[in-house]
């Protein structure tokens, strides 16, 4: 069953340095998304990405993040400039067409990001 | 603002009971509605999604209803098993046709061998 993958799966980062999240999203999807969970806390929604765009983001996709689909396989995720409180699990997802009976999301396993 | 509420926040329960986990969404102007389980340390699964038109979903042991007037959702667990032990969440999408999920803090279930 296809599924979506991420890495890596933990990364520890001096705060200040740039970090690049890769994920490859489920083949024939064409909606793709990053969200945050913050240990204890809720899923968080950062943006999501359509035709090469981004077409939402929340408050927390400040200046600092960026997000890319560099070719066809890989969508990333970037922070320009890593703070403490970026620390958290971050959650690459896709779906399809977006029609209401195949828009489900289906999440990949995660990078754990570690500031120190 | 969408605030998504899931009660309880935790549930232990014998193997072999079906119990009921509850989600409630302040606003009623949903696209559609996805229950969740996510393993400790893990990522999230896709359980079943719901239609903003639709009343219920099924999928084997689980059974999720959706009252989109009243801002509810409830997911149905039948013969509940110990590998069912994990943190279910709620999440739903707004009508407008942006896709962003808001998530609610989920129900932690452990079903005792």
């Known amino acids: 069953e296809p599924e979506v993958t991420q890495t890596p799966s933990h990364q520890v980062t001096q705060m200040g340095q740039e970090v690049i999240l890769r994920c490859v999203p489920i083949s024939n999807h064409l909606y793709f998304y990053w969200y945050r969970q913050i240990l204890g806390q809720k899923v968080e929604f950062l943006v999501s990405?359509?035709?090469?765009?981004?077409?939402?983001k929340s408050e927390i996709f400040d200046d600092q993040f960026s997000v890319e689909r560099p070719d066809g396989s890989n969508f990333t995720l970037k922070i320009r400039s890593t703070k403490l409180e970026d620390s958290a699990m971050y959650f690459c997802?896709?779906?399809?067409?977006?029609?209401?009976?195949?828009?489900?999301?289906?999440f990949g396993p995660g990078t754990r990001l570690t500031v120190l | 603002k969408q605030e998504v509420t899931q009660i309880p926040a935790a549930l232990s329960v014998p193997e072999g009971e079906n119990l009921v986990l509850n989600c409630s969404f302040t606003d009623s102007a949903i696209y559609n509605l996805q229950w969740f389980r996510q393993d400790p340390g893990k990522g999230l699964t896709s359980l079943l999604l719901i239609q903003s038109s639709q009343r219920e979903q099924t999928s084997g042991r689980l059974n999720a209803s959706l009252d989109k007037s009243s801002g509810r959702s409830t997911l149905y667990i039948a013969a509940s098993q110990p590998g069912d032990s994990a943190t279910y969440l709620c999440?739903?999408?707004?009508?407008?046709?942006?896709?962003?999920?808001?998530f609610g803090s989920g129900t932690r279930l452990q079903v005792q061998p």
């Open positions: 997802a896709s779906s399809d067409r977006g029609r209401p009976s195949t828009d489900t999301q289906y």
């Open positions: 999440a739903v999408s707004r009508a407008t046709g942006r896709r962003a999920l808001t």
């Open positions: 990405f359509y035709n090469n765009e981004i077409s939402e």
